[in-house]
């Protein structure tokens, strides 16, 4: 059973720095993309990165790029998000979530998802 558990969350000031991590259980990812999404309240679901475990591809929200970076450890079943620069607008609910196959946007493609870990930028 596939298992994804986010970590990392909490409170900031704008400009500061957090890292956000999903340890990924249950079956071998070599075959799959994993996504960051973000949902703030009363907001759908946002993608924000995504990389594909082996190849390393990755893409970015137009609204993180060269702030945030996705990565993965292979020999630990790790992803993460490193995020720089925050905003009081990056505030939300971050997901980890994974899928088969390519690297893509859409929440709805992917197949599993993390519990979340709140994340709260002050102004």
């Known amino acids: 059973q596939v298992q994804l558990v986010e970590s990392g969350g909490g409170l900031v000031q704008a400009g500061g720095s957090l890292r956000l991590s999903c340890a990924a259980s249950g079956r071998t990812f070599s075959s799959y993309a994993m996504g960051w999404f973000r949902q703030a309240p009363g907001k759908e679901r946002e993608f924000v990165a995504a990389?594909?475990?082996?190849?390393?591809?990755?893409v970015y929200a137009d609204s993180v790029k060269g702030r945030f970076t996705i990565s993965t450890d292979s020999a630990k079943n790790m992803v993460y998000l490193q995020m720089n620069s925050l905003k009081p607008e990056d505030t939300a609910v971050y997901y980890c979530?994974?899928?088969?196959?390519?690297?893509?946007?859409?929440?709805?493609?992917?197949?599993?998802w993390g519990q979340g870990t709140q994340v709260t930028v002050s102004s």
């Open positions: 979530g994974a899928k088969r196959g390519s690297i893509w946007s859409l929440a709805r493609l992917y197949d599993y």
């Open positions: 990389i594909s475990w082996t190849a390393g591809n990755t």
